[in-house]
């Protein structure tokens, strides 16, 4: 199934440059491995990356400026979120299918969880919903959260950005059906109310750079605990 949600051009253009930190950035590696139409996109953005740096004139390189160079690559890791997904987004997009017997999390985001979706050691938040956090910054945390069937999320509203990746089951909200592979996108201009649709459970990837805003008391009490 090809996405049919997408992440923002702006948004692609940054992670091309690598100008996203890691929470988002794997948002973004995640949901390439599911959609062509976004890796297209930025592969069209680091191709004009590209062609800006070839006009460019070239400058002289000090004599020991390529070995400074392989030592860094001899400290850094190996392989990235980004690097994964630009460099072998045709495995990634076949690791990720929905056929049986196929993992559920694309091999970027299994590297950061510790494994598949039956491996994840769900903390509960309430209410039936589950998460881990998986990486966070100073001001952005990526987490994944378990919701199951027919379970609404809170009504809420949001302090910042808020991108939710759906990697099983679905979700509605808003007159729109998120399945795996798609992408919502909000912000402080919404209020919203999400809902796992009948079926299976859904399971996310969520990034935000704020709390969420929640309307009644008793998910604000247990907000406290999560850090939702």
Same mark, same amino acid.
């Given at each position: 199934?090809?996405?049919?949600?997408?992440?923002?051009?702006?948004?692609?253009?940054?992670?091309?440059?690598?100008?996203?930190?890691?929470?988002?950035?794997?948002?973004?590696?995640?949901?390439?491995?599911?959609?062509? %139409?976004?890796? *297209? &996109?930025?592969?069209?953005? !680091? /191709?004009?990356?590209?062609?800006?740096? $070839? #006009?460019?004139?070239?400058?002289?390189?000090?004599?020991?400026?390529?070995?400074?160079?392989?030592?860094?690559?001899?400290?850094?890791?190996?392989?990235?979120?980004? %690097?994964?997904? *630009? &460099?072998?987004?045709?495995? !990634? /997009?076949?690791?990720?299918?929905?056929? $049986? #017997?196929?993992?559920?999390?694309?091999?970027?985001?299994?590297?950061?969880?510790?494994?598949?979706?039956?491996?994840?050691?769900?903390?509960?938040?309430?209410?039936?919903?589950?998460?881990?956090?998986?990486?966070?910054?100073?001001?952005?945390?990526?987490?994944?959260?378990?919701?199951?069937?027919?379970?609404?999320?809170?009504?809420?509203?949001?302090?910042?950005?808020?991108?939710?990746?759906?990697?099983?089951?679905?979700?509605?909200?808003?007159?729109?059906?998120?399945?795996?592979?798609?992408?919502?996108?909000?912000?402080?201009?919404?209020?919203?109310?999400?809902?796992?649709?009948?079926?299976?459970?859904?399971?996310?990837?969520?990034?935000?750079?704020?709390?969420?805003?929640?309307?009644?008391?008793?998910?604000?009490?247990?907000?406290?605990?999560?850090?939702?």
């Amino acid at each position: 199934m090809i996405p049919r949600h997408h992440l923002p051009d702006d948004f692609l253009l940054s992670y091309a440059q690598g100008g996203l930190s890691e929470p988002w950035e794997l948002a973004a590696a995640t949901h390439l491995t599911f959609c062509p %139409t976004c890796r *297209r &996109t930025t592969e069209r953005f !680091e /191709r004009l990356g590209g062609d800006v740096l $070839s #006009g460019e004139q070239p400058v002289e390189m000090r004599p020991d400026a390529m070995s400074e160079v392989l030592a860094m690559l001899d400290k850094a890791p190996r392989e990235s979120v980004a %690097t994964i997904t *630009r &460099t072998d987004g045709e495995r !990634e /997009r076949v690791a990720a299918g929905e056929s $049986s #017997g196929r993992p559920v999390f694309p091999m970027a985001l299994q590297r950061v969880a510790g494994g598949d979706v039956e491996d994840v050691k769900w903390r509960s938040v309430g209410g039936g919903v589950s998460q881990l956090v998986l990486v966070e910054d100073n001001e952005s945390v990526a987490r994944l959260l378990r919701i199951p069937p027919n379970m609404a999320v809170p009504e809420h509203g949001h302090a910042g950005l808020e991108i939710t990746l759906t990697l099983s089951g679905s979700f509605s909200d808003q007159g729109k059906t998120f399945a795996r592979g798609d992408v919502q996108v909000e912000d402080e201009e919404t209020e919203h109310q999400p809902i796992a649709d009948a079926g299976a459970v859904c399971v996310c990837l969520a990034v935000t750079n704020a709390p969420l805003k929640f309307r009644n008391w008793l998910p604000r009490l247990a907000q406290r605990f999560s850090g939702i």
